[in-house]
């Protein structure tokens, strides 16, 4: 009984709360007031902070079961943060920036013997506040939320032709994703500083033999098992198989190359510049490690793409030492920004975190497409003819590989054993994983693989007795 | 040809003259057979094409392949398989008669909406020393349908008088420094 009656109150509670809830710019600033972070904030309340950011923006309003905790949370702020609806004492604080900023609109000084502020200066302070509020977003914010719009709008539209049949829409966006992507990707680039070269004049080791024959670019994909681990039924160490969330969209912040690729043969890299590079790699003596050159059995020179060599370097570097500098033969690059494909890589991550917090499967399916499709078809594609750049999709996919060995790093660092590392995202970890990593779909996290059927994969290794 | 360019190469620029490029990106809109020709998947696919049409055995006449009509039959029932050198004049033969027929679909795609828009990447100057370095950039083109249909057709009739004019008459459109663009990188477009 008294249970039934705590929920009772609890729920009574919540809607007196809801019914005083603080507007959306009054939430920012308790929270500000407080010096709390937004993951502070979501972690405590349970939500992912974009939703958090949503709140605090109006986009959207708290709903139950997290509105309970995140409205408690307000009003405890709004205990120690009272709201300053009056003039503070002068003594208190430096005068309002009102008077700095506004010279001409005269503003009457707050003495503490007129507790009420007249309604010119009222209005001086809302409309400083808003002058304030509108300077903090700046076009490149209003160009990226215009941008996302551009996704969103094409789901709203499939969606209404499809009468809201999830299943049809996808595919119908699925279909659009490469020339929609391509749209976005052309919009970004359109206050940018550098032109790039969409068709450049490629070398022969960027060229296919034939239509479906692979170029000469070693990718650095990995597909490595722990050789001192088998996998057996009563192994004592648990294995959890572990995936990487949207590797490609991450992996869209690499260095590379804006113009077309030049040939130089001074054997020293330049970390301006970006290319693929001959090299013979150094031998790799690590065998609870995964070697950062993937699977490659044939010793001897290879061409390697600018990611693989930036961790190749950073690995020979005083920082590690895990082996010895690669030898640089040749190198075909052109100078090169980090930044390139970062403006599109944000635009469709925000999106996808927010179709991911508010259980949006069309949204984060057409995205998925978005930025798999534009990686995949960026080299010589008949079904991406806007840009012919196959030097690009060989870094984009060496750098999602390059941060899969990173990741495989960090857990062997953190005392992790690394079982296998495979493909684009996949890592299988004994030990607990959860000192290591955040679970969750976030890019910065990873996520427990499943089977078909939706399990989740763990499995137990034994040590092989050698 | 047109430009300053008196000595295309003396200070070690490199690229290809603008009519090649032009020709080399409208030929690499063809598609076809993927099978190589040395292929017996790669014949039979060469043959079936070439025996569907009376512009078929036109192609294989111009192309010198003298064989009776049995000698033909053997080889479409996979009786005989043609030596290496009619294979080579097979290969010739059905990438004549492909280049011809699909002209009239590369006319459209380069065609509708208004023409094609082209990107145009400068010679290569990197081993030029500095002093004797032209200021050039990534250029854009907007190519016209009707100049369009002109290139298609020289291209098809391998006509490089024609091409070369083209070229010139376009790369008039790129301002004062156009005659650098006579020779180029490469050029590209979406269509």
Redesign the interface.
Known sequence: MGGELEGVEALLAEARRAAAMPDPAERLRLRQAAGLSRPQVAGAVGVEPQTVANWETGRTEPAPPARGKYLRLLEGLAEIHPTPKEPRPATDEPAPRAAADLPRQPVPPAAPQHPAESPAARAARAGHERHQERRRTTSADHTREELGQLVTGAVHEELTKAGGDAESAMDKLAKRAIPDVMRLFAATRKTARY?Y??????PDILRKP???APDLIWEARPSWRHPGHRRHPDGDLHVTALDANAAYLSAMKTWLPI??L??SATGEHDKKRSGVHLITPPPWHHPELPSPLGDREEAGPLWITEATLRLLLRLAGPKHRLLDPPVIHESWTSSATENFLDALRQILATVRANALASGDDVTAHYVKAMYSKFVSTMGES?NN??I?RPDWMHIVRAQAFANLWGRAFKAHQAGLTVISAMGTDELHLAGDWHTVFTEGRGLSEMKVKTDRDGVPVHYTVARSSR | MAGRWMNFGMYRAEGVPGRDALAAGVERMV?GI?S?ADTDRGIAARLRYLTASHAGYQAMERAGINVTRRTLHAWLAEERSPTPANRAKLDDAYWDLRRHNVAADLKRRLMSQGGTRI?I?PV?Q?RVERRHRRDL??RHLNVRPRIWDAAVNAWLEEDESTLDAIWDDLIHDLGSDYDSYSYV???????
């Open positions: 032109e070269t969409a068709y450049p004049a490629l034939r239509k479906d113009g077309r030049e040939h008949h003819r806007d012919t | 598609t993927a190589p990107e990447d290569d990197s950039q990534v990188s490469s050029i590209g477009w979406n269509a």
